[in-house]
């Protein structure tokens, strides 16, 4: 779709003014892309800096004794609470355990943390928990600790919450965003935009002639089968808020690298890509919470797919790229016409309140 | 203020009708009282129960290889955003680092998740950054990941900030909510009520002649300076949401004690007991966030006192009670003239959004 990335190119420009010349939050600010970078880069780095943090990796990992733990946390504000194939409390515990999982980590342990509008539904409430409860017993999980705050009616929006787990890192394990190198191997786990667009649909009341549901899932197993069949991932990524182009953009910048990805290999249901034709939206963009992307060692690249294609998780996996030297930072995509576009971050927000 | 404590028990009394049976959550769900307690019971710990849950202590604590690590979660939703002696920033770092401080965790790692409210002021996130920054690194802890979700304007209230600690714990502290013995005696750190009341006055525009500072600060100092006094601490705990009320009332229920307290002994600033005699509230319910009550061995309080009062956060450190046996759960306090009431926890929430 050229002419959309045309248009993201137009107001990635028109957006490109440092945030210090902005006086408000706008949607964009959470959107995963250009504006949440900024914000993060202008804002919050320049005052909480530390090794850590600055890794700006999906979890931080660190050792306490002889381990070595990975921490990660997300909000939670996703509009409807209840969407197909999932809803705000199965997402928030497949959000967190999967950037554990990006790290290599084992998830181990979560915090709940609940934000309520006054006025909420008690019964709603019940089947959210119900529904983390059941998804942390699925992952393997524990909810050990939690806190619950209510705002007056008209101050939130029903129920927002956060998650933070911290997991456990096998000692010789070394991915990070950083890790990229030319040569490598570009590694989808499947079809992507399923998450974003059942969002949308349901949110917008949408009908489309076969139901899309939610990839919402852990994908612990799928990493431990991956990692199983060998130690060459450089790095992984859940491609969430931005989809699979804010992914691949964070790892091309991170590493010094450029990517280039190949449209005709990247699959999209064909319902949703329908849907996304007819919202003029690009798949590329739209959120997934039960895919990743993996950059691994070419000669390594094989096994990693066919341990995948082993696991439910992974079904369609396969190479959608190389990782390349020239134009460090950039993302680039054969389209299905032959032609080759820039896959850039996104740089308003298309699809507001995806998780 | 017995009337208060009367009305306390009469809407106690009249709120007891069992969570199932409330259709809608109210601000007094969030309040720290009974019913947070009831919506904790009767919602979350059915479907989330497992043994470092079902502590119910302010952190959980686990083992991961050969260390013992505490971690706690809180959501900040504090009006307003900046008040006399800090801002939901600093708070955001405090309350979580205190909720460690309180398992005998030194603080290590926060992670700190951010949902705003799109139109809010870029310049207050920096102001708030920047002071989460600097109580930080005044506590010696690193924020190590994060996270920042946009909602529409009117579907939040500004900024809403979580924060998510892990701390290291001494191998052989066993403190927890439910090792309080008869003999034991209570000891607090301070005097009472002045984070409450500084954000009351501030919200409602209220002047005193005096101004009320919020006690907000951390208290990891405080509780190192304690551990290396003596061994005989049974339970700490921070008197946030619900005040020094809830703090005893749980750790009786817990430890399946009774406490007693007197009046005469718990220090409370002359300005603040002027504030709450004049806006009706009782100040074993308001919030604090730099003070903390022990329950310790008879034989160790003289000592526990002494190392207190050496340290800047515990200058008024006083035995204000002692842990009895009979009637298990349930805390009373010989008044200022003499007679004896029963001091129970909050019924709704007299104080909405104080951190």
Request: glycine share 12%; charged share 20%; net charge negative.
């Amino acid at each position: 779709m050229p002419e959309l990335a045309e248009l993201a190119e137009q107001l990635a420009f028109s957006c490109a003014s440092p945030i210090g010349m902005r006086e408000r939050i706008v949607l964009g600010h959470g959107s995963g892309g250009r504006l949440s970078a900024e914000l993060l880069r202008d804002v919050f780095l320049p005052v909480f800096s530390n090794p850590l943090l600055d890794r700006m990796d999906d979890q931080a990992i660190f050792s306490v004794g002889e381990s070595r733990l990975a921490m990660t946390t997300d909000s939670f504000v996703v509009k409807p609470l209840f969407f197909p194939g999932g809803d705000i409390g199965s997402l928030a515990v497949h959000g967190t355990v999967n950037d554990l999982a990006m790290g290599g980590a084992r998830p181990l342990f979560l915090s709940a943390a609940f934000i309520l509008e006054e006025g909420f539904p008690v019964d709603q409430l019940r089947r959210i928990a119900a529904s983390m409860a059941g998804a942390a017993r699925t992952a393997g999980v524990a909810i050990v600790t939690g806190d619950t705050k209510v705002v007056e009616k008209g101050k939130g929006d029903g129920l927002f919450i956060n998650t933070t787990g911290v997991g456990l890192v096998p000692d010789h394990l070394r991915m990070s965003a950083n890790q990229a190198r030319p040569g490598d191997r570009v590694i989808l786990s499947g079809p992507i935009g399923d998450h974003g667009i059942a969002i949308l649909a349901k949110r917008e009341g949408l009908e489309f002639e076969t139901k899309i549901l939610s990839d919402s899932a852990p994908l612990d197993g799928l990493v431990a089968a991956m990692l199983a069949a060998s130690n060459d991932i450089r790095c992984l990524r859940d491609p969430t808020r931005g989809g699979l182009s804010s992914a691949l953009n964070e790892i091309a910048a991170q590493s010094g690298v450029s990517i280039q990805i190949e449209e005709t290999k990247i699959p999209v249901r064909e319902e949703v890509r329908g849907a996304c034709e007819m919202l003029g939206l690009d798949p590329l963009y739209v959120a997934n919470e039960g895919k990743l992307v993996a950059i691994v060692a070419p000669e390594a690249a094989g096994a990693i797919v066919a341990a995948m294609r082993a696991h439910e998780r992974g079904l369609q996996a396969k190479v959608i790229g190389t990782v390349g030297e020239a134009r460090a930072g950039q993302v680039t995509m054969k389209t299905a016409f032959g032609s080759t576009r820039i896959v850039d971050l996104l740089a308003g927000d298309q699809l507001p309140r995806i998780c």
